[in-house]
Every structure is written in structure tokens, then in C-alpha cells.
């Protein structure tokens, strides 16, 4: 059953007086166990909905529901399924204690797979969730798959048994199930020829397996009690390049509708390279991981820098720009060199942040805490009128990861703060019209 945690006016549900805080318990005879049963069993034109009043009241209302039409109820969030896995490389097993909690919630569901593109492992699908996915064509799923070696994958998962992924994915792609595979490359583990067996595997079980996306293990300082991996150093990214960069994917081509497999940008960023063209990416299908992020990044810079020439500014401004360590040499490279022509209206710094809360081998932008960012800030001791985030430091609330919020920084930093978006110059543009 799902509860009714609000009515949206205007809606087919407003007009019905259903009422907050009841239970919606059958569609049309079908149980509703979560969203998922309420979004199949909601899309028909005749509909009987079965409701429970707080007082133990039961009632049923029938209405009919044109194509499209907002039905106008929000539920109670869904209890997440948590993940049993120990794998030797999982993130938030190396988070430092005082963090906020959402930061520990390790999940794997296969709802929130579909619903928000979350990769899980498949270790907790039992027969029943397999029937309700072919069933109700949940597709596409995100699935990290880290190596088809059985033995191997039980070692990275740390589980005993668990279920063997090669004869999962030929289950779901058996009932259509588009299918965006992610490996966690981790040196002395699933490298090198396992790589390549793996890869052979995924690209073995046909047209419903879209895509490899290949992201090289984060190490944070915190790795108590938990097994030695070695580090993507610059050797290790440009020999991962070489074998499975461009070369692989001119061979997938010839046999597929892209690429297949898709490098992340932190790979390029290591080696010290600059990191593909548009055309590696396809249609970006796993920007969601970050794959393509840079590109997309640069490309827009291209586009969009023509636009600051409209500008006729009364002040000149000047902008701190925040990263982290791994982005900084990119953005210097490509950012400022095109700005350099705008001299006349504003000024632009980067800088980037060494993450002590983590460790210095963190060196993303979406991992940066307030603290090292007022730390950052006050110790470059540049004057400037404005400082802009990184967007992907900041979640949905409005916090990072240490629970500071940007009027926090501003406050401990006394500099103006505003959090940018993925199209850096779009945010340099807004800051230039706030501040002219």
C-alpha cells in the first residue's frame, strides 16, 4: 500500500476529495505495493481505486483518466532496499564519521535503478523482482557488473554466493531489457585481461547490453580494514587508454550502433590528456556516471563564450572559480585563455581545492567539503567579488558534504557565494547580469 502524503491541486484527485494521510491499497484488484505497481496499474482509462481512511475507513472511488492527465497523487517515499554486498572498492566504506546520513545508505534497488539511472549489482533480485521487471519492461536498467569472472566477482563483492551475474543479464536482456553496464576498474584485480574477458562477455550477450562505461577506483584516506588496492596512477590510465580507448571502439562500431564502451574523462584527466571528441561519446549514454561530462563541458565553453560579447559592463567583476585538483589543469587550459578577451569587464581565477577531509588522491569537484573550501578560499587570499561552486558539491538540499551550506561558506569566508551549473560560462553570464 502507498500513503497519501499530498494532493496536488487542480488535479483529477482534487476534484475526487481524496484525502491526505489515506492508503491507497488495490487499482482495479491489483494490489499497489510501491510506485511502480501504482504507475502500471494507473495508466488505464477506467480506474477503480481501493483507498483506506486514517480511521480503518475503506472506499472506493471510479473515475476515468484521459491520456497524460495528472492523476495528482504524491506518496510516502519508498523504503530503500540496502546493499549486503563488502566490496573491496565501496566508496562509502571509506567515509570518515560526522558526515551527513544519507551519505551512509548503501542501495540496491532496482526501482531506483530504473527510476533515477542508480547502478546496482543484481545481488538482491530474487525471482520475483525479475518476473516484475520483464513484466512491467523497467528498462533501462543500470547494472555494475566490475568483472563476469564468477570467481572474482565474489571476492569484489565480498559475498559468498552470490548469484551469477552473466546468467541474470541473459535473463533480463532475454525479456528486452535494455541494459548500461558499469565497471569499477581496480588495479591488480579486474585490469588487464579480465578486463578484457569481461568486456568480450557484456558485448557477447547482444543488442540489449547499450553500453560499457569504465570508471577507475576512488581511494579516500579512510580505508581501515579494508583490502590494498592500488591507485589509478598516470601509467595505469594511459595503459587502460591504449587498450580500450578509441582503437576498441572502432572495432565495436563495425559490429554495433556505437562505440560500446566509453572511458570516464578521469582516465584522460590523469594521463594528462585532453579528453575525446564529441563523436567518442555517441549519444553520451552514460553522462549519468560522468562520462562525457568534460566534453559536454568544453563544447558548450565554445559555444556559448560569443555570448558574453553582448555584455556592456559598468564594473569590472571578479570571479573565483572553485574545483577540485583533477579538473583545475583542463579548466585553465580551455576556460581562461577564451576569456582572456573579456579582460576589459571581468576577471576569472581558478582554484583548486586539496581535499583533506578525504585525502589528497580525492581530487573531484563533487567530493570537496565546505570546510576545505573555506580553508581553500582563505588561504589563496584573493580579493574577489564573487565565488561560484561546483555544482555537483552541492546535493538537492543545498549541503555539501559536511553539512555546510554556500551561506555558511559565504558567512566564514565573507565573500558572495552562488553555486554554478554544468554550463560554466551560462553561470558566468548570470553572475555578470546580477552584479552589472
Known amino acids: 500500500m502507498l500513503k497519501v502524503v499530498r494532493v496536488r491541486k487542480g488535479s483529477i484527485a482534487s476534484e475526487m476529495n481524496l484525502p491526505t494521510d489515506s492508503k491507497l491499497l488495490a487499482i482495479n484488484g491489483n494490489k499497489i505495493l510501491d510506485e511502480l505497481d501504482y504507475k502500471f496499474h494507473s495508466s488505464d482509462y477506467n480506474l477503480e481505486f481501493l483507498m483506506e481512511f486514517p480511521n480503518g475507513e475503506k472506499v472506493v472511488y471510479e473515475f476515468k483518466r484521459d491520456d497524460g492527465s495528472d492523476i495528482g497523487l504524491e506518496f510516502e517515499p519508498p523504503k530503500i532496499r540496502r546493499c549486503g554486498n563488502r566490496c573491496v572498492f565501496c566508496f562509502i566504506d571509506q567515509l570518515p564519521k560526522g558526515l551527513r546520513g544519507s551519505l551512509y545508505i548503501k542501495d540496491e534497488d532496482y526501482r531506483l535503478s530504473f527510476l533515477d539511472g542508480n547502478f546496482i549489482t543484481l545481488t538482491s533480485l530474487g525471482e520475483r523482482d525479475l518476473v516484475r521487471i520483464i513484466e512491467y519492461h523497467l528498462s533501462p536498467l543500470y547494472v555494475s557488473v566490475h568483472t563476469t569472472n564468477e570467481k572474482l566477482r565474489k571476492l569484489m563483492l565480498g559475498r559468498k554466493r552470490p548469484k551469477s551475474i552473466m546468467q541474470l543479464l541473459h535473463r533480463l536482456t532475454d525479456g528486452e531489457i535494455d541494459i548500461h553496464t558499469q565497471i569499477v576498474l581496480c588495479p591488480g584485480f579486474n585490469d588487464g585481461d579480465e578486463l578484457k574477458k569481461t568486456i568480450s562477455d557484456l558485448a557477447g550477450l547482444g543488442p540489449h547490453i547499450k553500453s560499457v562505461g569504465v570508471v577507475p577506483v576512488g581511494l579516500s584516506r579512510h580505508r581501515e580494514n579494508l583490502p590494498y588496492i592500488k591507485p589509478v596512477d598516470i601509467k595505469k590510465a594511459l595503459e587502460i587508454i591504449k587498450g580500450f580507448g578509441s582503437d576498441m571502439q572502432r572495432n565495436f562500431r563495425k559490429q554495433k550502433e556505437g562505440g560500446f564502451v ?44 560569443k555570448t558574453l560579447k553582448t555584455l556592456i559592463m559598468k564594473k569590472h567583476l571578479r570571479i573565483m572559480l572553485i574545483t577540485g585538483k583533477l579538473m583545475a589543469p583542463t579548466l585553465k587550459r580551455e ?72 551561506k555558511l561558506i559565504s558567512e566564514r569566508t565573507g565573500v558572495p557565494i552562488r553555486v554554478g551549473s554544468y554550463n560554466i560560462i551560462e553561470s558566468i553570464l548570470s553572475a555578470l547580469r546580477e552584479f552589472n
Open 262 to 305: 566509453y572511458l570516464a574523462d578521469e582516465f584522460y584527466l590523469i594521463a594528462g590528456m585532453k579528453v575525446p571528441e564529441n563523436s567518442y561519446y555517441d549519444d553520451y549514454p552514460q553522462l549519468e556516471n560522468g562520462i562525457g561530462m568534460v566534453r559536454s563541458f568544453l563544447d558548450d565553453i565554445k559555444v556559448q563564450t
Open 335 to 406: 576556460l581562461l585563455p577564451r576569456l582572456g578577451c573579456f579582460s576589459d569587464m571581468l576577471s576569472v581565477e581558478i582554484v583548486p581545492i586539496a581535499n583533506e577531509l578525504l585525502g589528497e588522491s580525492i581530487t573531484v569537484s563533487g567530493l570537496l567539503s565546505g570546510r576545505d573550501i573555506v580553508d581553500g578560499i582563505v588561504k589563496n587570499g584573493l580579493e574577489s567579488d564573487l565565488v561560484i561552486l561546483p555544482p555537483n558539491c552541492i546535493n538537492a538540499d543545498g549541503i555539501l558534504l559536511d553539512d555546510f551550506t554556500p
